[in-house]
């Protein structure tokens, strides 16, 4: 199991959810702008989250994401091995246990088992109360309503005509006019 900004992110979003899933379900779109996270990599990140059964998809208007599961039941190293997962961490290491790696390879082993440990006892329903605690209720923000149907156009005024000629024929009529 690696700890990168993923993982980070991934259990952040996580919590957003969890905290703002009651009003509904929780755009991608709304969790990028609160924690200026790109939206291509929450797309990948919740992508990966779904296909591990933490979360749940709706699709169309006023869609997004809710929990799968009660965040009592989701703990920091389901969220983090969803997204860090590889089919590199999955495969042993070619000669990883030869030599000087052989020598520190069950201190490695010990503290991963202790990590994933100390993260599954960890529940996301805690990291939410504990935002909560900190915040407090999350505000309900406004979403602009989208006017549809159909418009009346603004309304243009004409150019004002212009005070000198335009052209070579008005020149001409000008000068050809009587005083």
């Known amino acids: 199991m690696r700890l990168s900004t993923k993982g980070r992110f991934a259990v952040t979003a996580m919590i957003d959810v969890g905290l703002r899933q009651k009003a509904g379900p929780v755009s991608l779109n709304d969790i990028s702008a609160r924690h200026h996270i790109s939206m291509s990599y929450l797309e990948q990140m919740f992508a990966r989250l779904r296909r591990s059964g933490l979360v749940e998809s709706t699709r169309g208007p006023g869609g997004g994401y809710t929990l799968a599961r009660p965040a009592r039941d989701i703990s920091v190293a389901d969220i983090i091995t969803a997204v860090e997962t590889t089919e590199d961490d999955e495969a042993p290491r070619a000669g990883a246990e030869d030599g000087v790696s052989a020598m520190t390879a069950q201190l490695w082993s010990e503290l991963q088992a202790r990590m ?25 923000e406004e979403k602009p309503r989208m006017k549809r149907g159909i418009y009346r156009r603004p ?8 005070a000198v000629p335009n052209s070579v024929f008005e020149l001409g009529r000008l000068a050809l006019a009587p005083r």
């Open 116 to 140: 994933l440990a100390y993260m599954q006892s960890i529940s996301l329903e805690q990291l939410i109360e504990e935002q909560r605690a900190l915040v407090g209720e999350p505000v309900a």
């Open 155 to 162: 309304e243009t005024r004409a150019p004002a005509a212009p």
